[in-house]
C-alpha cells in the first residue's frame, strides 16, 4: 500500500514544525508497507483483506481512544495546576501587604517601646530592693548575732555558738552571690568589712574546740562519761607554738610524738571504744585522723631549711620508725590498727626530693671536711720530721683513712634509710674524692714550686712524695669497697683517671728532682777526661742508688715504675749529653776510646738497674750499646747499612741526631753523610703502638753558623 498524490502533497504545519514526527510517520508507513507486502505476495491471500482492514480499523480507533483520554486527562491536571499557581500568587500578594503593613506599625511605635525599657529597668531596681528590703531585719542584727554568739561561746555552748555562726555565714554568702550575679563586685568589700566579726569569732570557738581536744583523753583516763560530749581529737599535737627543727630539738619533737600517739591510742583502743556506739568506728577514725594529721606535719616541717641531722631524722621516722613495732604496728595496738592499710607518711616524690635535700647538706659538709683534711696535710709536708710509715716502713699519713672513713660512715648512714638514699651518697662521695684528688694535685705542684725556689724546703720533700704515692695507693684500692653492694663497686672512669693524674704528678715531681741531681754531672759529659776515666759515672750511680732507697719506700707496683722511668731519664740524659757537640773524634784512637767509654758507662749502669730489681729487658740502655756500634764501625762507607739497623730498633730518632752521631766520629766525608741520609728519607720508620721513645725527646743544639766580619766576606 502506498500513499495518495494528494498524500504526499499536502503536508501539515505540524509536519514542518516536528520532522521527528514526519520521519516517525514514514518510518510507520514503510514497515507497514514491508509487512503487507510479505502477507498478500499471492493472489489467494486477498481475499482476507477486508478482514485485515476492518481489524485495523478497530486497532487504531482503540489507539486513538486510549491516546484521548491520555490527553484529557493530563490536560485536566495541567489546568489545576495553573488555578493553584494563580491562587498561590493572590496569597503571596496579600502577605506582602500585611507584612507591609505591620513593618509600618512597628516603625510607629518605637517611641512606645522606649519607655518599656525604662519600666524594665525599674522593674529590676524594684526586684533588688525588695531583696534588700527580706534580708535588712538580718543584717540590722548581725552584730547582735555576733553579741549574742560570743555570750554562748563565754558559757561553753559551742553547739549553739556553731549553729550562728553557720547562719551568718549562709547570710553572707548568699548576699555576696547575689551582689555577683549582678554585677555589683565593687560592693563585696562592703560586706566582708560588715561581717568582719566572724573571723575572730571562728578563731575563738576553734581555740575552745582544740582545748577540749587537747584534754579529751585525759578525761577518757579520769571519767569517761564526759567524753561523750567530744566530737572529735584531731590536730591535739600539730598546732603548738613553732618547734626547734634543728636535728637535736627536732628528734626530741619527733620522739614526743611517737611516745604520746601510741599511749593515746592506747587509750582509744582499751577505754575511748567503750564510750561510743560501735558503729562509730572510733579506733580507725583517731588512727587515719592521726595519719593524715601528721602526713601534713610533715610537709609543714620540710618546707623549713633543715640541716642534714634533721633531714635523715624525718626520712628514718617516716620511712623505718612509724611503721615499725615501736610506733603504729606497737604490740599493743594490734590487731585492731592494721598497720598494712596505713599508708606512707611521705610520697615517693616527697621522699626523693628530702632525699636530694639530705645529699646536697651532706656534700657540703663533705666538703668542708675534706678541706680542713688537705689544708692539715699540706702543713704537715713541712715539718722538720719525716712522714709516718706503716709495719712494713712504707712512708703513709692519715689522709686516706679520714677520707675513706668519712665517706664510708656516710654511706652506711644512707643505707639504713632506704637503698636510693644509699646510691645517691654513693655517687656524691665518688664525685667529691673525684674534686678532692684534682685539689690534691694542685697542692702538691704548689709544693712543688716552693721546693724549686729552695730546694731545702721541705725538708723531706721526696718522702712526702713517696708517701702521696702510697695514699694514692691506698685510696685506688679502697674505693671499690665504698659500695656495700658488690654489684654497684665499679668505679667510674674518671676517678680512676684522677687517681692516675694524681700518681703520675708525684711521679714526675720525683723524677725532676732526680734530674736536678743528675743534671751536674751530665754536664761534664762528654770530655778528655770522661774519656780518659773519671768517676763520674760512679757519681751518677750513687745519685740513683741513693733515689733507689727512697724510692723502696712506696709499694712495689709505683717502685718499679719509678725504677722504669728513672732508667729511661738516665739514659735519655747520657744520650742528650752525648749529642750536645762538646766533642768530635779527633783520631781512630780516640773513638776506640770512645767506644771503650761507652761500653763501660752502659755496663755499669745496666748492671746498677739489674741490682735495683729491673729487667735488662726492660731497660733502654740498650740504645746505648747499639749507639756504640755505630761509633765503632771501622768502615764509613758501610754506615748506611749499619744506620738502617739503628732506625728500624729505634724509630724516633731522627736525621739530626743521626747526623751529631756522624760528627761525633769524626771521620765522616760529606758523601757518606748524604748516602746516609738519603738512606734514611727513603725508609720513613713508623712508631709501633707500645714503643716507648727515646730520642724524640732529646733536641740537638742548632748548626753554628759561620762567623762574618761587617762588609766582609764569610769566612
Same mark, same amino acid.
Given at each position: ?85 494563580r491562587s498561590a500568587a493572590q496569597e503571596v500578594q ?69 549553729a550562728e555562726l553557720m547562719m551568718m555565714e549562709h ?236 665517706? &664510708? ?60 704515692? &702510697? ?245
Open positions: 500500500m502506498g500513499m495518495s498524490a494528494e498524500d504526499k502533497r499536502t503536508v501539515s504545519p505540524r509536519d514542518e514544525e516536528w520532522p521527528e514526527a514526519e520521519k516517525a510517520e514514514k518510518l510507520a508507513r514503510g514497515a507497514a508497507l514491508k509487512w503487507a507486502s510479505g502477507v498478500f505476495y499471492r493472489p489467494e491471500k486477498l481475499e482476507g483483506l477486508g478482514q485485515y482492514r476492518s481489524r485495523e480499523t478497530q486497532r487504531n480507533s482503540s489507539i486513538q481512544s486510549r491516546l484521548k483520554s491520555t490527553i484529557q486527562s493530563y490536560l485536566e491536571g495541567v489546568s489545576a495546576g495553573l488555578e493553584q499557581l496579600s502577605v506582602c501587604q500585611d507584612l507591609g503593613a505591620a513593618r509600618w506599625a512597628l516603625l510607629d511605635s518605637a517611641d512606645r517601646f522606649q519607655g518599656l525599657q525604662q519600666m524594665r529597668a525599674l522593674m529590676a531596681e524594684h526586684v533588688q530592693l525588695a531583696s534588700v528590703v527580706q534580708v535588712l531585719p538580718q543584717l540590722f542584727s548581725v552584730h547582735e548575732v555576733f553579741s549574742h554568739t560570743l555570750q554562748l561561746l563565754s558559757g561553753q555552748q559551742l553547739l549553739e555558738a556553731h547570710l553572707r554568702d548568699d548576699i555576696l552571690s547575689q551582689l555577683h550575679l549582678r554585677g555589683l563586685s565593687s560592693a563585696q568589700a562592703t560586706v566582708l568589712s560588715y561581717f568582719g566579726g566572724l573571723q575572730e569569732l571562728n578563731e575563738s570557738l576553734a581555740k575552745q574546740l582544740w582545748d577540749i581536744v587537747g584534754s579529751s583523753l585525759r578525761l577518757v583516763r579520769e571519767d569517761p562519761v564526759l567524753f561523750v560530749t567530744a566530737e572529735t581529737i584531731t590536730g591535739a599535737h600539730f598546732h603548738g607554738a613553732h618547734m626547734d627543727t634543728e636535728g637535736s630539738g627536732l628528734a626530741r619533737h619527733l620522739a614526743a610524738l611517737q611516745k604520746d600517739i601510741v599511749s593515746e591510742l592506747r587509750v582509744v583502743k582499751d577505754l575511748m571504744v567503750q564510750c561510743v556506739p560501735a558503729h562509730y568506728n572510733i579506733l580507725s577514725v583517731c588512727t587515719v585522723t592521726y595519719h593524715q594529721a601528721l602526713i601534713s606535719h610533715l610537709q609543714d616541717i620540710l618546707r623549713e631549711d633543715l640541716d642534714k641531722q634533721a633531714l635523715f631524722l624525718l626520712l628514718e621516722w617516716a620511712l623505718r620508725v612509724y611503721h615499725s613495732p615501736e610506733m603504729m604496728g606497737h604490740p599493743d595496738l594490734l590487731p585492731e590498727v592494721d598497720v598494712s592499710a596505713l599508708g606512707p607518711l611521705m610520697s615517693p616524690e616527697l621522699v626523693d626530693q628530702t632525699e636530694r635535700k639530705y645529699v646536697v647538706k651532706v656534700k657540703a659538709s663533705v666538703l668542708e671536711w675534706m678541706q680542713r683534711t688537705l689544708e692539715v696535710e699540706f702543713k704537715e709536708w713541712f715539718r722538720e720530721e719525716e712522714p709516718e710509715t706503716d709495719h712494713q716502713g712504707f712512708f703513709q699519713s692519715a689522709l686516706p683513712v679520714i677520707v675513706m672513713q668519712m665517706l &664510708n660512715e656516710n654511706i652506711r648512714v644512707a643505707s639504713l634509710i632506704t637503698d636510693s638514699l644509699q646510691q645517691k651518697v654513693y655517687n656524691m662521695a665518688l664525685e667529691e674524692l673525684e674534686a678532692f684528688l684534682g685539689r690534691l694535685r694542685e697542692a702538691l705542684v704548689q709544693c712543688g714550686k716552693e721546693h724549686q725556689k729552695d730546694r731545702t724546703i721541705p725538708k723531706y720533700y721526696v718522702s712526702y712524695l713517696l708517701a702521696m704515692l &702510697n695514699n694514692n695507693l691506698a685510696l685506688s684500692s679502697s674505693v671499690s669497697f665504698l659500695h656495700p653492694d658488690t654489684a654497684h663497686r665499679e668505679v667510674p672512669m674518671s676517678l680512676r683517671a684522677a687517681l692516675d693524674r694524681m700518681q703520675k704528678k708525684a711521679c714526675q715531681l720525683l723524677l725532676e728532682e732526680l734530674l736536678l741531681d743528675l743534671q751536674p754531672l751530665c754536664l761534664q759529659l762528654p770530655s778528655r777526661k770522661w774519656l780518659s776515666g773519671s768517676q763520674l759515672i760512679s757519681s751518677m750511680c750513687e745519685v740513683i742508688d741513693k733515689y733507689a732507697k727512697d724510692f723502696s719506700r712506696v709499694r712495689k707496683p709505683v717502685f718499679m715504675l719509678l725504677l722504669t722511668e728513672s732508667e729511661l731519664l738516665v739514659t735519655s740524659q747520657y744520650l742528650r749529653a752525648l749529642m750536645q757537640k762538646k766533642m768530635v773524634c779527633k783520631s781512630e784512637e780516640e773513638r776506640g776510646q770512645l767506644c771503650d767509654r761507652l761500653l763501660q758507662d752502659a755496663t755499669q749502669l745496666r748492671e746498677l738497674f739489674c741490682g735495683l730489681g729491673l729487667d735488662q729487658s726492660q731497660q733502654s740502655l740498650e740504645a746505648v750499646f747499639a749507639l756504640r756500634e755505630l761509633i765503632c764501625l771501622k768502615d764509613p762507607a758501610l754506615l748506611s747499612l749499619e744506620v738502617l739497623g739503628f732506625i728500624t730498633k729505634y724509630p724516633d730518632v731522627s736525621d739530626e741526631h743521626i747526623s751529631t752521631l756522624l760528627d761525633l766520629r769524626g771521620d765522616v766525608s760529606k758523601e757518606v753523610r748524604h748516602m746516609v741520609l738519603e738512606m734514611m728519607a727513603q725508609h720513613p720508620q713508623v712508631l709501633p703502638e707500645r714503643y716507648r721513645p727515646i730520642f724524640s725527646t732529646i733536641l740537638v743544639p742548632a748548626p753554628e753558623l759561620p762567623f762574618c766580619l761587617r762588609k766582609g766576606k764569610c769566612a
